[in-house]
């Protein structure tokens, strides 16, 4: 006869048979391993003039063609874990399409290690933990570098526990995601020295895949693609018959019908960029597998393609979103640097009280005192005229308004953080600026910009 005991008891057996597979499914100790950051670096040359050296030992190479994984640093002892694409043979450059701890870089003699609990780990030289897969006792019994760049921890199924496909950074792989339920942007590079967390960033939000520069904590949107209601996007490659003779770059968005990009992106288009659930990028006259989309350092979203059937240059630039056929380029606010005025892909001038003067690398907006509420010290200030000018941020912002123009000034004085106004005659819209930047030049006249000093 049962006891009231008896369904707990069952549910009790079940899960200590539960944690006894478990604890079955480890790592075979001779595929652990305990790899050290140190040894000769390697000969050849790689992205962002990085020295590197190939993680391997006499059981893992970790190498799929073009794949490798390595240990790389552009400043001394600041190591990133990370992986290349490329060959070095080529007579050209490699690239780093993934980091691990880009943001915690390690120093000489870290360790790289992969124990029987099935945990993935890199730990400094003194013992602190800066980065891992978090998948102890998961059952995790392997890990291997697929062909397609992904690094997975698998099962004794060949199921996937773990895989560097979710954690993109700055850069996507063919087949690779970003997601709303996991990781939903990519953040560029500080610079090409400076390997940490950068200002651009290209946000995925369930409504639109948008690019943002921060500026002091606040969002500016300078460029993407609206109206996107799917909650996954992935880039790929794909043949565009099938003899594969040729290959279309695109963002898949799924199955859903989309929304057509605001009206204002006229403004900046060049081409038609959508075709039912993708977002078309650009076409490639040879096979396109092996490419990647990356957020770059100066906040221009660009693919590179590698294609070993040539004999040098192997990697090519197939696609950038500020360039003559997609965006124009003067909407990278970058473009000209911290202060400029571009037309038709040049920085022409620099806007200064005196005229537009001629443009430079040195050329900055003016510095306005720091303004202090209701304060009689405050410095006086006032605007100079820019007739036919747009700010990078006006393709996606109308503005406040309808308003006189006098308001938006005033609305610009009371505001410390305005730096300038950009004013629409036709639609008496205000625009303010916290950043000033590249501005576009339009031809449209009634588009005003009034640069604070």
């Not at 990370?82 to 043979?89: S, V, Y």
């Not at 199921?159 to 942007?185: A, E, M």
């Amino acid at each position: 006869m049962a006891t009231p005991q008896s369904p707990f008891l069952f549910h009790f057996f079940l899960l200590l048979c539960f944690f006894a597979i478990v604890a079955r499914a480890q790592v075979p100790a001779n595929k652990t391993f305990k790899i050290i950051n140190q040894a000769e670096f390697g000969e050849y040359i790689t992205e962002y003039d990085a020295s590197y050296r190939v993680i391997r030992n006499d059981d893992y190479t970790f190498y799929t063609f073009p794949f490798r994984l390595c240990f790389y640093n552009t400043t001394p002892d600041a190591f990133i874990f990370g992986m290349r694409a490329g060959i070095p043979n080529d007579e050209d450059i490699m690239r780093w399409v993934w980091d691990a701890n880009r943001n915690h870089p390690v120093r000489e003699n870290a360790t790289l290690s992969f124990g029987q609990d099935g945990n993935f780990v890199l730990a400094d030289v003194d013992g602190r933990v800066v980065w891992q897969t978090n998948t102890a006792n998961k059952g995790v019994t392997g890990i291997r570098l697929l062909p397609n760049g992904n690094l997975v921890l698998h099962d004794k199924n060949g199921k996937c526990i773990w895989q560097s496909f979710h954690y993109p950074v700055d850069t996507l792989l063919v087949g690779q995601s970003l997601s709303i339920g996991g990781r939903n942007k990519l953040v560029s590079r500080t610079s090409d020295v400076d390997g940490s967390d950068g200002p651009y960033s290209m946000v995925l939000d369930g409504k639109d895949f948008y690019m943002y520069l921060n500026n002091s904590g606040e969002s500016l949107i300078y460029g993407g693609f609206g109206g996107l209601t799917e909650s996954v996007v992935t880039f790929d490659a794909v043949p565009e018959n099938e003899n594969a003779t040729a290959y279309e770059l695109v963002l898949n968005l799924g199955e859903e019908e989309l929304a057509p990009p605001p009206s204002s992106r006229r403004l900046l288009q060049s081409r038609p960029i959508s075709s039912g659930g993708r977002r078309n990028l650009n076409k490639v006259n040879y096979n396109a597998t092996y490419s990647f989309l990356r957020l770059d350092s100066d906040g221009n979203l660009k693919a590179h393609t590698y294609y070993e059937k040539v004999s040098y240059l192997k990697w090519e630039e197939t696609f950038a979103f500020f360039s003559p056929y997609f965006v124009r380029e003067c909407g990278l606010p970058s473009k000209c640097g911290a202060f400029g005025l571009c037309d038709k892909r040049m920085c022409v001038a620099c806007p200064s009280p005196k005229g537009l003067l001629g443009w430079s690398e040195s050329c900055a907006p003016p510095k306005v005192a720091s303004c202090k509420s209701k304060s009689k010290s405050s410095a006086k200030v006032d605007y100079y005229k820019i007739v036919g000018v747009e700010h990078f941020t006006s393709p996606y912002l109308e503005g406040e308004g309808p308003m006189k123009v006098g308001e938006c000034r005033e609305k610009c004085n009371k505001d410390c953080k305005c730096l300038g106004f950009f004013y629409r005659e036709e639609s008496s819209k205000c625009l303010l600026a916290p950043l000033l930047g590249t501005l576009i030049k339009d031809v449209n006249s009634s588009h005003i910009g009034f640069i604070k000093y």
